[in-house]
């Protein structure tokens, strides 16, 4: 197998670049560029027709490891969709040079913030809820996934269903976290070690909810790099105990009117809640995360369901009282009801005239 070689910081293969490989027989046609990791970049292309992506790395060693890190999950957990399909470890050829590159399935989908977008920010405990669910089975074969980010997740636009993509900070839990990305990393806020254990990855979970909901200016990042823990820390909790007036509400969102609109209001400060917790360690698995957020789930549904009737019950008072009376020349639509009488009617008066006309003989 290849040895290890640093990839050129700005190397990015064209559409159509053919990539032969060394050791499987195929040869890779790069269809497009997908992203950078922290050991590689990922492409989408073509193997022999057939769709897939293509992690081109520039560590041999640590492709090896990542690669038989997610062979070992796919054993344990089967066709389950946590870990994208393998295909094959391999070299391939580019510039004269050999490159390790891991070959899998290409997961489809969009990006967390394109999800909420699409959906609305009413879906992000639902969302979260889901990949807590993924990281409760990774959990328990004994890893925790450590680089959690939006980078590193995809999310299917039709079903919701989360899919992580980048296995290459995947670590046994116990052992030193050997990838991460500040934002999400409990050490770098001052809130905990950069030991891999599931509540590191709640913590991540929890601050990717809090993006979702109010992301962190880059401005402030930058300025939060040359602090110390302690100050990261107290910035973390002045975002955490925000009134959320920050808090970005689409109109989209809020159609029916204020009372909808303070739902959405009193759902924010409620998640605001269960983030929090999170980030501050006081969940003891994704099991108790995810009832937090079903309570919360649970609560939305009947808030929602009980602002609609007392709507409803106005809009009614409000037409007895002669306010909001349909305007003149407009007719109302017919349903089933009116269908239903009027076949009555008929049937009713069809049968009448008969009687009558037999009465006449």
Sequence with gaps: MSVSRRL???????????????WCGHTYRIVRFVGRG?????????????????KIGDNAAAVALEYGRMRELTTSLGASGIIPELYE??????????YPALVMEFVRGVSP??????????????????????LEALHAKGYAFCDLKSANLLFDPDTGEPRLIDFGGLTPIGQAVREFTELYDRAWWGRGTRKADCRYDLF??????LQLMAPIDQADMERLRTRRPVERDAFLNRCILSDGSSWRLRAANNREGNATAAIFRDGQRQLQAVLSKALKDQYRDPAEFRMALAVLLVHDREETRGTMKHTG???????????GLRPRGRRRAWDATDWGLLVAVTIFAATMGALLWLGSL
């Design 8 to 22: 050129p910081a700005l190397l990015e293969l064209r559409p159509g670049t053919v990539l032969p490989g060394k």
């Design 38 to 54: 922290a050991n590689g970049a990922v492409y989408q292309a073509l193997r022999d027709r057939s769709v897939v992506a293509i």
């Design 89 to 98: 470890q391999d070299d391939v050829e580019h510039g004269g040079e050999l």
């Design 113 to 134: 913030e394109a999800f909420i977008d699409l959906r609305g920010r009413a879906w992000i405990p639902l969302c979260l809820t889901k990949l807590l669910r993924l």
């Design 204 to 209: 991540a979970c929890a601050m990717l909810g």
């Design 313 to 323: 019950e106005t809009a009614k008072t409000a037409v007895g009282d002669g306010v």
